[in-house]
């Protein structure tokens, strides 16, 4: 039980394009949506949170005109990376959770989406 | 903000214990986590201990918390090439995010 999906898994696009990323709960429905970005041997770094029918909290620095956040349905988020570029390129890890989003929660990860800017 | 340390990198044997460590420095926090990162994939959830517990034991993973030190332990016992990976620990505090260490790659040779 508790799986979390994503799509893709690898993307390669070019610079200036918009890219979106899926996150589904696959055998849950999932109060609390989270986006985290990994780069190289390094730790995640959460983006946002979002609730599902409102509007997602950001991390302080996290640009919410580039990284739109969708929960749309209880088993769906989406991440829309807007104009990106190379400095855009990163793993970017999602995550699931039946609660409110309180940090006691546990968290369901997705596999992961590797992203490409040339 | 809060900060969560862990060494970088564990070499050991197969067939012997490993020890991670993780020190934290937020007093608040309620639970801590153990995932594991294999090469190009997401975090496993491998287990948790509540703050107010000491020591938990899961199969070949024992857990030991001191929170007078903020110091976190995972032990792996007879530790399988399968294990290579890399482990984060996570602390829940106040707030609605967990804050993640900076990961230990684990190296298991034959």
């Known amino acids: 039980g508790a799986v979390v999906s994503q799509h893709p898994s690898w993307v390669i696009c070019k610079s200036g394009t918009s890219v979106k990323i899926e996150c589904r709960s696959l055998d849950f429905q999932a109060t609390t949506m989270f986006w985290y970005r990994q780069f190289p041997k390094q730790s995640l770094m959460l983006m946002a949170t979002?609730?599902?029918?409102?509007?997602?909290?950001?991390e302080q620095g996290v640009e919410k005109d580039k990284f739109l956040i969708n929960h749309a349905s209880l088993t769906l988020s989406t991440l829309t990376v807007t104009s990106a570029h190379p400095e855009d390129s990163s793993f970017y890890i999602c995550?699931?959770?039946?609660?409110?989003?309180?940090?006691?929660?546990?968290?369901?990860f997705g596999p992961g989406t590797r992203l490409t800017v040339l | 903000g809060e900060d969560v340390e862990q060494s970088l990198f564990l070499s050991v044997r197969e067939g012997d214990s490993s020890v991670i460590n993780c020190t934290y420095t937020?007093?608040?926090?309620?639970?801590l986590y153990w995932y594991k990162q294999e090469p190009g994939a997401g975090l496993q959830l491998l287990t948790y201990i509540f703050s107010n517990m000491d020591m938990k034991q899961d199969q070949r993973l024992t857990v030991l918390l001191n929170k007078k030190d903020k110091h976190l332990s995972l032990r792996i016992a007879d530790t399988q090439t399968g294990d290579s990976a890399i482990y984060f620990c996570?602390?829940?505090?106040?707030?609605?995010?967990?804050?993640f260490g900076t990961g230990t790659q684990l190296k298991v040779e034959l």
């Open positions: 995550s699931a959770s039946l609660g409110q989003g309180f940090s006691t929660d546990t968290q369901y």
């Open positions: 937020d007093s608040s926090s309620t639970y």
């Open positions: 979002s609730n599902e029918g409102s509007k997602a909290t950001y």
């Open positions: 996570a602390e829940a505090g106040g707030g609605n995010k967990l804050t």
